[in-house]
């Protein structure tokens, strides 16, 4: 009897901020512009083909001839004015895909929400240079309202963040979005759900490994490219592979350490919620 073909895995990429300047808390974000270069074009050095998040979504519902023969997806997450002026020019220069997730309380503004990273100043997109951005080949998607952690938030609060962004960038654009990410990457069932009804038909996680066609799409695994990730690392990435120990601790360190975080996070909630609604029938 023939084994039932592999799945194929797919790399969706994470980055965040394209620039040389960053607080040291918030360093692992950033991958300065000229190595973000050597990154797009070893992608088109070896013939990888970036699409969106959506294309990818839709592309795995067909026949598995629908994804390119070496798909990869690049998501940009927050919504930063480095997107504009340092990874678009290079994105465009090899006619690449991309998705950007956007938080749509800081656009025309700055980073508020980065104070304990140091980093409150970072300019974001504004909406005009949105609009220019999505007539190009870049998806634009929701990272909710105000960036906030999702899965310890009340109900009402999260839909009204999850529909408010989606809302916002359907409003300013004049195009469907389709596409979420969870900020810091924390969801749970109930916010997957919400983002389901709110009509996305994707949403990005974390979680540290390649994507797989048996991917629940409202949970779709993502690799952060590290801001210090040379030619060799970039590209094992791209495979799932680790090139060295050291990367290999940190992947299994990070899968680990994320499910118990959250864990931890929602527990410390629950107490704080407590004891705020025992003040409240004391009053």
Same mark, same amino acid.
């Given at each position: ?5 592999? *799945?194929? *895995? ?11 300047s960053a607080n040291p808390r918030f360093r692992r974000f950033t991958v300065p512009?000229?190595?973000?270069? *050597? ?40 919504? =930063?004015?480095?997107? =504009? ?20 309380? =800081? ?32 998806e634009c998607g929701a990272h909710s309202h105000s960036h906030p952690q999702l899965?310890?938030? &009340? ?10 962004? *989606? ?12 596409? =979420?990410?969870? &900020? ?16 996305? %038909? ?69 107490? %704080?919620?407590y004891l705020k609604e025992g003040r409240v029938a004391r009053c």
């Open positions: 009897m023939n084994a039932p073909p592999q *799945k194929k *895995k797919v790399p969706i990429l994470m980055y965040h901020s394209i620039s040389c512009p000229s190595l973000f270069a *050597k990154q797009m074009t070893y992608l088109y050095q070896h013939a990888y083909t970036p699409i969106t998040v959506t294309h990818y979504v839709r592309a795995r519902s067909q026949e598995e001839s629908a994804l390119p023969e070496h798909p990869v997806m690049l998501t940009f997450d927050d919504g =930063f004015a480095d997107f =504009f002026t340092a990874a678009l020019p290079v994105l465009m220069q090899y006619n690449f895909a991309a998705t950007l997730y956007v938080s749509t309380a =800081f656009i025309d503004g700055t980073s508020r929400w980065l104070r304990y990273e140091k980093e409150p100043t970072r300019l974001m997109l504004t909406w005009e240079q949105l609009a220019e951005i999505s007539t190009s080949r870049i899965d310890i938030l &009340p109900y009402t609060v999260a839909r009204d963040e999850i529909l408010q962004s *989606k809302k916002l960038l359907e409003d300013h654009l004049g195009q469907e979005i389709f596409s =979420f990410a969870y &900020p810091f990457g924390y969801h749970t069932a109930r916010v997957r759900q919400l983002v389901r009804e709110a009509g996305y %038909t994707s949403a990005c996680a974390v979680r540290h490994a390649m994507s797989s066609e048996t991917d629940d799409p409202f949970s779709l695994a993502r690799l952060m490219v590290r801001a210090d990730s040379n030619t060799e690392e970039f590209a094992a990435l791209l495979t799932g592979r680790s090139p060295s120990p050291v990367t290999a601790v940190y992947k299994i360190y990070a899968r680990s350490r994320t499910p118990v975080w959250q864990v931890a996070r929602r527990c410390a909630a629950s107490v %704080t919620q």
